[in-house]
């Protein structure tokens, strides 16, 4: 004789989310065999688009719940006929067990669309406790309050993934690497265009004309934050274009090489004709131009051109950003398991100097060497 | 139809450049020539038959006259037209007898421009003048006050502002609609070369810059020209990269951006040039026998005063309004 168990209320929704569950059951195998039990614990901070974005990637979600919570990244991570099926990425080894938003109701809708119900924190110093990871979210902002947020998990020598930009000034980004460094404590930023694999795809290409002497990117730091203009009452400049400035700085160190030496910058727009000079020798031009009148596009085209030619890359946006995000998430998980930084401070660091010495070019009209804005 | 009557000031390049496309000249003294060889490189590319000329010439020339302040050249040059032309002893007698004055000029920054134009204008000899016109605006207005003191056409051109590749390009920008911001990619570190690059961009995105900012480590590196919010422009202006490392065969690029996307020409080089020298001399032509000048002046005088205003920026750091200049 066989018992029919009565389902209960809180049962008969689980058993709901699991419909979702497995209809998305897409994740490939963990390629550390990490069980569940040894699953990444991690603190979600901010839950503004990044944290989506990065948090389906990671942890099964209701995309159903997703399309009400945040559709941005349901139109992006979803099946365009099946709203129902995820489609991005999928990174095993992750577990988002806590998330904070200054604004607690976000953290609640956060929480709500992932089928664990991470815990949504009122409190910031309840984030720090029981956690493997933190996850500093930032989707369109300076980075101003990185420091700020990252203090508590840095003292407690918890790994800690910093959105970009990685800091809004200098002095900030050296506090925080001064701090990862005084306990130990490993610190990743990382941009979605210096991991992309659309950049790799293009650096192939390089190939086909040998040596480059000019490497241009036509970015979005004046057109994305112009967009949002409009939604801003007060718009402030540079502050409001760094999230974007920083994807430009990042594509093209990715594509034509680290060693800025010095730079220069005009425009009206902040930042929007900036020269990076290569000690290689090369020549990198990054445009911050106004063309994007579509507030949600933000596609980056990049050419190189040498004595045997030029090669010119498609658009590099938001279909694309999405591949770039698993390796970095790859990255952080290596990072929290060997509680080593898995790239040079100096290497993120850098780019914030970029972004400063540009921004001194630009209101002084000289050339600014990367080198003297580290002596400062 | 009688032909025109060419008096060759400079046997440079250019001088041969152009000479070798009006008027018929032996390939093998050209390919023999130290600087006609280079010519004969671009000019003879079918490589199974060195004396069959590969780019469209124009008839209804006659060179006369030529003149270099490097004798030797001068008569190298004549060589070339089988000896036909006479080498002058001086560029004022290049004006006498002839129909046409051709300054040539293939690397210089057209500060000598007035001085040699001088004696054909005063004589009423309809002239062109290689770029770039002048070196500065205020020889450009005197060039073109003299012209019209004397009641002929003037004419200064560079071949990237007549090259029918970038027309063609351009005709591409329907597929983005209007460009809402370009670049051009060459020109490197002269003024024969910005002018190049100045007129590539005033050619495929038009007139009417209003502003300029320039920088970098070598004269006009980067320059920024902006229209001002004018219709049918740039509204996000035009970046000439100018100091862009080794090229392809002197190839200069261009891209026009919108919200529709990205377009790239090929290359625009060497072996494309000779077309738009050709079309320039069908406009000289047309010069010559309307009496009138085949493009504004007032587009030649911008070209240089665009150049003059990024000079201007670079050295002080300031963007620099047209009208200034």
């Known amino acids: ?376 | 139809m009688k032909k025109i009557r060419v008096g060759i000031i400079n046997c440079d390049t250019h001088g041969i450049y152009y000479g070798a496309l009006m008027e018929k000249h032996d390939p093998i003294i050209l390919w023999g020539d130290p600087i006609g060889h280079a010519v004969h490189m671009y000019f003879y590319t079918y490589w199974g038959d060195a004396k069959k000329i590969t780019v469209p010439t124009v008839n209804g020339f006659q060179i006369t006259k030529v003149w270099d302040k490097n004798r030797q050249w001068a008569e190298n040059m004549s060589k070339i037209f089988y000896g036909n032309p006479r080498v002058c002893d001086n560029f004022q007698e290049i004006s006498d007898d002839v129909d046409l004055v051709f300054i040539a000029d293939c690397s210089g920054d057209g500060s000598t421009h007035l001085e040699l134009a001088a004696p054909g204008l005063k004589k009423g000899i309809p002239t062109f003048v290689d770029k770039p016109f002048a070196h500065d605006v205020k020889d450009a207005r005197k060039l073109i006050e003299l012209a019209n003191k004397h009641k002929v056409p003037v004419m200064s051109l560079s071949i990237l502002r007549e090259i029918p590749h970038a027309a063609k390009f351009r005709s591409r920008f329907t597929e983005i609609d209007i460009p809402k911001f370009g670049i051009i990619k060459g020109g490197g570190d002269t003024m024969a070369g910005h002018i190049h690059a100045i007129s590539l961009a005033i050619h495929l995105f038009g007139d009417g810059v209003e502003s300029v900012e320039a920088m970098g480590q070598t004269p006009l590196a980067f320059v920024y020209l902006d229209y001002g919010g004018k219709p049918n422009r740039p509204t996000s202006g035009v970046v000439l990269n100018c100091a862009s490392g080794p090229t392809y065969h002197c190839s200069m690029y261009a891209s026009a951006y919108s919200e529709w996307g990205a377009i790239h020409s090929p290359n625009i080089g060497d072996f494309e040039f000779p077309w738009g020298a050709a079309k320039i001399l069908k406009k000289i032509k047309d010069m010559v026998r309307t009496g009138k000048p085949q493009t504004s002046y007032n587009e030649m005088i911008e070209l240089i005063a665009i150049a003059a205003a990024g000079r201007i920026s670079q050295k002080e750091k300031r963007r620099v309004d047209l009208k200034e200049i």
């Open chain 1, 1 to 376: 004789m066989t018992v029919k168990k009565k389902k209960n209320k809180s049962e008969s929704m689980r058993y709901d989310r699991h419909i979702y569950h497995d209809k998305v059951d897409y994740r490939g195998p963990d390629i550390l065999g990490n069980k569940k039990e040894n699953k990444i614990r991690l603190a979600m901070v901010r839950c503004d688009t990044h944290a989506y974005y990065y948090g389906v990637m990671i942890q099964k979600c209701n995309p159903m719940i997703l399309m009400e919570t945040n559709y941005i990244i349901h139109q992006y991570a979803t099946d365009l006929y099946h709203p129902d099926i995820m489609t991005v990425p999928q990174v095993a080894g992750f577990e988002i067990v806590k998330v904070w938003d200054k604004n607690f109701e976000n953290a609640h809708k956060f929480s709500k669309t992932f089928l664990n119900s991470p815990k949504p924190c009122k409190s910031y110093e309840e984030m720090a406790e029981n956690i493997d990871g933190a996850f500093i979210a930032d989707c369109d902002g300076s980075g101003g309050d990185h420091s700020k947020l990252a203090e508590p998990f840095l003292k407690k020598g918890i790994p800690t993934f910093i959105d970009k930009p990685f800091a809004s000034t200098l002095k900030d980004a050296r506090a925080i690497m001064k701090l990862a460094r005084k306990h130990n404590t490993p610190v990743f930023n990382a941009s979605l265009l210096s991991y992309i694999p659309a950049a790799d795809q293009f650096k192939r290409r390089f190939d086909e004309i040998g040596k480059i002497g000019l490497g241009v990117v036509k970015g979005v730091g004046g057109a994305f934050s112009q967009a949002l203009a409009g939604r801003k009452k007060k718009f402030r400049g540079l502050e409001d274009r760094l999230a974007y400035l920083i994807h430009g700085v990042s594509l093209a160190m990715n594509l034509f090489g680290n060693d800025v030496e010095w730079v220069e910058c005009m425009g009206t727009l902040p930042l929007e004709y900036l020269h990076m000079h290569l000690e290689s020798g090369m020549e990198v031009f990054i445009f911050n131009t106004s063309v994007d009148i579509f507030p949600e596009s933000c596609s980056f085209f990049a050419s190189a051109y040498s004595k045997l030619g030029a090669i010119h890359s498609g658009p590099i946006g938001d279909p694309e950003f999405i591949y770039g995000a698993p390796r970095i998430l790859e990255i952080i998980k290596k990072m929290v398991l060997t509680k080593k930084p898995p790239v040079p401070y100096e290497e993120f660091v850098k780019k914030i100097a970029i972004i400063e010495s540009a921004y001194i070019s630009q209101q002084k009209g000289c050339r600014v060497y990367i080198k003297n804005i580290f002596r400062r």
